[in-house]
């Protein structure tokens, strides 16, 4: 039999509870940090509850509205403040909560999931994993990284662009030498970020140098107990989830995926249920079901309610793929689109962008939902006068009357 006829085969034998498509929503959402009063005045607290909530806030290159990394606390807390998170993640030494990394994507991560990202280091580290040509450095070019390691020793914090081998490189993803032996010291966890420098350029140091001793001096786990440690926290950030899912949130490989699964079930800390459409599924046995939800929220491409885009379509009946990259006469919804969360349903689709020049946020086009209740709108403008008052747009939310997609709905 082989190991997926025996996975099959281990799950046929349970019985499970169903879930419904209404209770699937708000277990999600609730696991996400939704339905819950919002923060008069956001504090630093409230922040770092959310970042331990969600475990990570993805990074991107896009600067089109805000770094996307402010926007999932922004979603749940409302105007909080983004220097809070900036100390959080770049700040002192002493005031560091956050670490970067590749977990879902690159990401700001708590520090209590660095022990159980290490055997992605070691993984790295032996050349087992990377992509391109950085899995080199692991091997036959390892003493050109070691050189640039021991400059970064000697000299202190550098980024890319501080190497003479790099001058020239200025695009994100100009990758020179360099940047490839660097990025592999930084996935095998040599070095890690420092700081963020100008147009939001990594800037690298020792590892020993960044981040407190007492997360340095942390137990590494066994590779088993890290898979049943990120298995459990992306159980509790999904609220209801398939295989595929849980494995997704921190990128684990499918065995030891599979395997943490298993050993979460029979321990009671995950419970095997029914999702709608008849998928296997799990739920944290700590999850909420809410009799309802209410909130409004605009959510970035990257949140993780929705960056699985066929669980935000099984869901929400919400189909979203982001457009950036889709040339501009044929994309349907916009550049820059932010899904709109009214209640428990994604109503609403705005291409938003922050014309920092004029002081004003500027909504490209909004596409309403089949559906969406009558007062989608009002919410909607509400939450468009929220974000333009964080982002320190004075002028508030001004639509582009030239654009090419005009309102709907």
Same mark, same amino acid.
């Given at each position: 039999?082989?190991?997926?006829?025996?996975w099959?085969?281990?799950?046929t034998?349970?019985?499970?509870?169903?879930?419904?498509?209404p209770q699937?929503?708000?277990?999600?959402?609730?696991?996400?940090? !939704?339905g819950?009063?919002?923060?008069?005045?956001?504090?630093?607290?409230?922040?770092?509850r959310?970042?331990?909530?969600?475990?990570?806030?993805?990074?991107?290159?896009?600067?089109?509205?805000?770094?996307?990394?402010?926007?999932?606390?922004? #979603?749940?807390?409302?105007?909080?403040?983004r220097?809070?998170?900036?100390?959080?993640?770049?700040?002192?030494?002493?005031?560091?909560?956050?670490?970067?990394y590749?977990?879902?994507?690159?990401?700001?991560?708590?520090?209590?999931?660095?022990?159980?990202?290490r055997?992605?280091?070691?993984?790295?580290?032996?050349?087992?994993?990377? /992509?391109?040509?950085?899995?080199?450095?692991?091997? *036959?070019?390892?003493?050109?990284?070691?050189?640039?390691?021991?400059?970064?020793?000697?000299?202190?914090?550098?980024?890319a662009s501080?190497?003479?081998?790099?001058?020239?490189?200025?695009?994100?993803?100009?990758?020179?030498?360099?940047?490839?032996?660097?990025?592999?010291? !930084?996935?095998?966890?040599?070095?890690?970020?420092? *700081?963020?420098?100008?147009?939001?350029?990594?800037?690298?140091d020792l590892?020993?140098?960044?981040?407190?001793?007492?997360?340095?001096?942390?137990?590494?786990? #066994?590779?088993?107990?890290?898979h049943?440690?990120?298995?459990?926290?992306?159980?509790?950030?999904?609220?209801?989830?398939?295989?595929?899912?849980?494995?997704?949130?921190?990128?684990?490989?499918?065995?030891?995926?599979?395997?943490?699964?298993?050993?979460?079930?029979? %321990?009671?800390?995950?419970?095997?249920?029914?999702?709608?459409?008849?998928?296997?599924? /799990?739920?944290?046995?700590?999850?909420?079901?809410?009799?309802?939800i209410e909130?409004?929220?605009?959510?970035?491409?990257?949140?993780?309610?929705?960056?699985?885009?066929?669980?935000?379509e099984?869901?929400?009946? !919400?189909?979203?793929?982001?457009?950036?990259y889709?040339?501009? %006469?044929?994309?349907?919804?916009?550049?820059?689109?932010?899904? !709109?969360?009214?209640?428990?349903?994604?109503?609403?689709?705005?291409?938003?962008?922050?014309?920092?020049?004029?002081?004003r946020?500027?909504?490209?086009?909004?596409?309403?939902?089949?559906?969406?209740?009558?007062?989608?709108?009002?919410?909607?403008?509400?939450?468009? #006068?929220?974000?333009a008052?964080?982002?320190?747009l004075?002028?508030?939310?001004?639509?582009?009357?030239?654009?090419?997609?005009?309102?709907?709905?």
């Amino acid at each position: 039999m082989c190991a997926n006829d025996a996975w099959e085969a281990y799950w046929t034998t349970m019985g499970m509870e169903t879930i419904s498509l209404p209770q699937a929503r708000r277990m999600a959402l609730a696991a996400q940090g !939704f339905g819950v009063r919002r923060p008069e005045a956001p504090s630093p607290v409230h922040l770092r509850r959310t970042l331990d909530r969600l475990h990570l806030h993805q990074i991107d290159s896009v600067n089109v509205l805000s770094r996307a990394h402010y926007l999932p606390a922004f #979603s749940r807390l409302g105007g909080y403040d983004r220097a809070a998170l900036d100390r959080l993640a770049w700040g002192p030494r002493s005031q560091r909560r956050l670490f970067e990394y590749w977990a879902h994507e690159a990401s700001l991560i708590p520090f209590d999931l660095h022990p159980l990202l290490r055997w992605r280091m070691a993984q790295a580290d032996r050349g087992e994993t990377g /992509w391109g040509r950085m899995k080199l450095y692991a091997g *036959e070019r390892r003493p050109e990284a070691m050189e640039i390691l021991d400059r970064i020793r000697t000299d202190g914090p550098m980024a890319a662009s501080d190497f003479e081998s790099h001058k020239g490189r200025p695009g994100w993803w100009e990758w020179s030498d360099t940047k490839r032996a660097l990025e592999w010291l !930084f996935w095998a966890g040599h070095i890690t970020t420092a *700081e963020r420098r100008g147009s939001f350029e990594r800037v690298y140091d020792l590892v020993e140098r960044v981040l407190p001793d007492a997360v340095l001096a942390t137990p590494t786990p #066994s590779d088993a107990e890290a898979h049943r440690g990120l298995i459990e926290r992306a159980a509790r950030a999904h609220g209801v989830a398939t295989e595929a899912e849980l494995r997704d949130y921190f990128r684990q490989p499918l065995e030891a995926a599979r395997r943490a699964i298993v050993e979460l079930t029979e %321990e009671g800390v995950l419970i095997p249920v029914t999702a709608p459409g008849g998928r296997r599924a /799990w739920v944290h046995h700590d999850a909420r079901t809410p009799r309802k939800i209410e909130t409004s929220a605009l959510l970035a491409p990257f949140d993780p309610l929705i960056w699985q885009r066929d669980r935000a379509e099984r869901l929400f009946g !919400f189909r979203y793929r982001i457009e950036i990259y889709v040339p501009a %006469e044929k994309r349907l919804h916009g550049y820059y689109v932010l899904p !709109f969360l009214l209640d428990d349903a994604l109503v609403a689709r705005v291409d938003l962008k922050a014309d920092r020049q004029r002081g004003r946020l500027v909504v490209r086009s909004v596409h309403l939902e089949e559906g969406a209740p009558t007062h989608t709108r009002d919410a909607l403008k509400m939450e468009l #006068s929220r974000m333009a008052a964080w982002l320190g747009l004075e002028e508030g939310a001004v639509f582009d009357s030239g654009s090419r997609d005009k309102a709907q709905g």
